[in-house]
């Protein structure tokens, strides 16, 4: 655990919120390697989330070393070919078909704040589509985690799959550890179910990049907004 992870935690009266309120997605990772016993802690403690008549809908591919290189290479070789890359579509939308707001604003918002700091502008579509690219090495983190869900499963399995997500990224916190969940995967769960041998009967949920974050990446200086509780609360006295 880094001193500045520490001090988050340890001065916090309450380590939970500190935990939940420190995590921020994180685009640049150390190489620094994260042990087997520390991600099985993680997903040991995320694997108490609540679900519906405890269905426990979670699948989970842990990914490090050559596996890894392997999966990252495959998805960079389709992403980088234009052509290749129309191919691949997700299996289910993750946002919605047409944006309206406030939405539109907020998305437009981060990825204006993330490119800034990165000095991409508007005019860098090479540039915006090789930090999109970094998606596929899970932003160099030493373990890629992906997840997938039993497809005879509904609505309701999925909502508890958020908490298990929830989960893993505050336990992660909670070990000075970082992360960065990831829906940029789905356009190509063909090429992460041949990868992984990933039954048929399962659908791609996301990837998340795992490990500790680079302090001098710039991106990581990226701190996103959240709305006033005001804003989406109604208190009914």
Excluded at 89 to 117: C, F, H, M, N
Aim: charged share 25%.
């Amino acid at each position: 655990m880094n001193a500045s992870t520490a001090s988050v935690l340890s001065d916090s009266k309450n380590p939970v919120d500190a935990a939940i309120t420190s995590r921020r997605s994180v685009r640049a990772f150390l190489s620094t390697p994260v042990s087997k016993e520390t991600v099985r802690e993680i997903l040991g403690t995320a694997g108490r989330a609540p679900s519906g008549t405890n269905i426990q809908p979670w699948q989970v591919y842990v990914l490090t070393g050559k596996r890894l290189s392997r999966l990252s290479e495959a998805i960079l070789s389709a992403y980088n070919d234009p052509e290749t890359a129309k191919t691949h579509t997700e299996e289910y939308a993750y946002y919605p078909k047409q944006w309206v707001s406030p939405y539109l604003e907020r998305r437009r918002k981060i990825g204006w704040d993330l490119y800034g700091l990165l000095g991409i502008t508007r005019e860098n579509k090479d540039k915006m589509h090789r930090q999109h690219g970094r998606n596929y090495v899970f932003f160099d983190a030493p373990v890629g985690l992906v997840f997938s869900i039993d497809r005879v499963l509904e609505q309701g399995s999925w909502l508890d799959y958020g908490m298990f997500l929830q989960n893993i990224m505050v336990a992660a916190r909670a070990r000075g550890l970082d992360t960065c969940p990831q829906a940029a995967f789905t356009p190509f769960h063909r090429i992460i179910r041949e990868q992984l041998a990933m039954p048929a009967n399962q659908t791609l949920i996301c990837g998340m990049a795992l490990g500790y974050a680079d302090p001098d990446a710039i991106e990581n200086r990226l701190t996103t907004e959240r709305e006033p509780i005001d804003v989406w609360t109604t208190f009914l006295d």
